[in-house]
């Protein structure tokens, strides 16, 4: 009985303008649309220094800045930061089961 009205058809154009303007100014105020990339499943090869040296500036190593740092999945970088734990590049400050905190060795 009830219901919202059905809309004329110069309302329904109004509307659809009105959405159309809308958009545009969007895509004018965003300027180009920004693509999003996946990111990395395999980590980078740690054997060359610049990703060594990269850590070593970082002041606290967690899983979640070195994946934003080199555009990796976060399951990388946990194995990531472990084979560096393992090497002796990096140390194990604190951690629990979800998240470890790390330190570059210098």
Same mark, same amino acid.
């Given at each position: 009985?009830?219901? +919202? %009205?059905?809309?004329?058809?110069?309302?329904?154009?109004?509307?659809?303008? /009105?959405?159309? !303007? @809308?958009? $545009? =100014?969007?895509?004018?105020?965003?300027?180009?649309?920004?693509? +999003? %990339?996946?990111?990395?499943?395999?980590?980078?090869?740690?054997?060359?220094? /610049?990703?060594? !040296? @990269?850590? $070593? =500036?970082?002041?606290?190593?967690?899983?979640?800045?070195?994946?934003?740092?080199?555009?990796?999945?976060?399951?990388?970088?946990?194995?990531?930061?472990?084979?560096? !734990?393992?090497?002796?590049?990096?140390?194990?400050?604190?951690?629990?089961?979800?998240?470890?905190?790390?330190?570059?060795?210098?």
């Amino acid at each position: 009985m009830g219901g +919202k %009205k059905k809309l004329s058809l110069k309302q329904m154009e109004r509307m659809q303008a /009105k959405k159309d !303007e @809308e958009e $545009k =100014k969007k895509k004018d105020k965003g300027g180009a649309a920004r693509e +999003k %990339k996946a990111a990395g499943i395999i980590a980078p090869d740690i054997k060359g220094g /610049k990703m060594v !040296e @990269e850590l $070593k =500036k970082m002041r606290v190593l967690t899983p979640y800045a070195v994946a934003s740092r080199f555009n990796i999945r976060i399951s990388a970088a946990k194995d990531l930061l472990e084979q560096l !734990e393992n090497d002796g590049l990096v140390q194990l400050v604190s951690g629990s089961h979800d998240i470890k905190i790390y330190k570059a060795v210098d």
